[in-house]
C-alpha cells in the first residue's frame, strides 16, 4: 500500500498484519516526526478514504493541537477525580499546560469496524498524569476530533460504552 504523505508502507517487523511508514514531520506536533501504522487497512476496499483521512491529518497544524487543549485538560480532571488529585503525579495550571505532559509515540490509522465505518486517526502518547495506559487522541476523517482518554483500543464513546450509535 501506498499513500502520496507517506510513502510505500511496509509490514511491521512485530506484527506483520500492521503496515507502517516511515517517520514524518507531523505539522500537529510541531513537525516532531512520527510514524503511522495503518490496521486492518492493507485489502481495504476504500483506499482513498483511508489516504483523505492521511491527508486531512498532515493538514492539521498546532493551532488545531491548541483547540484540543480543553478536551485533555478534562481527561486530565477525569483522572485526578478517579484515583485523587495528589496521586496523579502531576498538576496541570489549566487547558493550556496539559501539552507540556504529553509525548506522543505514533499516529494509529483504523477503519471503524462497526457503525459509520469511518477511518479514524489515533495520536498515541504517553502522559503524566495517565503513565499507566497513556493517552490517546482521535479524529475521526482525520479531522474531526472525536475522543480524548486513556489509550484503550476504543474509537468513539460509543465503542467505549458499548452503546449503539
Known amino acids: 500500500m501506498r499513500i502520496d504523505q507517506l510513502g ?4 511491521d517487523r512485530d506484527v506483520p498484519e500492521w503496515l507502517v511508514s516511515n517517520t514524518v514531520a507531523i ?4 513537525g516532531a516526526r512520527l510514524r503511522f501504522v495503518f490496521d486492518g487497512l492493507e485489502d481495504d476496499d476504500k483506499p482513498d478514504e483511508v489516504a483523505s483521512a492521511v491527508r486531512r491529518f498532515l493538514g492539521l497544524s ?20 478517579a484515583i ?5 503525579g ?11 505532559h504529553v509525548r506522543p509515540d505514533e ?3 483504523t477503519r ?21 495506559h497513556g493517552l490517546q487522541i482521535v479524529y475521526r476523517d482525520g479531522f474531526e ?13 460509543a465503542d467505549a460504552l458499548g452503546l449503539s450509535d
Not at 476530533?145 to 464513546?157: A, N
Open 90 to 100: 502531576v498538576a496541570l495550571g489549566g487547558p493550556a499546560d496539559a501539552w507540556n
Open 62 to 81: 498546532v493551532r488545531d493541537r491548541d483547540e484540543a487543549a480543553p478536551r485533555l485538560f478534562d481527561n486530565y480532571r477525569e483522572i485526578c477525580t
Open 107 to 109: 499516529i494509529r490509522v
Open 112 to 132: 471503524r469496524s462497526r457503525g459509520d465505518r469511518k477511518v479514524y486517526v489515533q495520536i498515541t502518547a504517553e502522559c503524566a498524569w495517565e503513565r499507566e
Open 84 to 88: 485523587g488529585e495528589g496521586r496523579v
Open 8 to 11: 510505500e508502507l511496509t509490514p
Open 145 to 157: 476530533l472525536g475522543r480524548v482518554s486513556q489509550q484503550d483500543g476504543h474509537l468513539t464513546p
Open 27 to 30: 505539522p500537529y506536533f510541531s
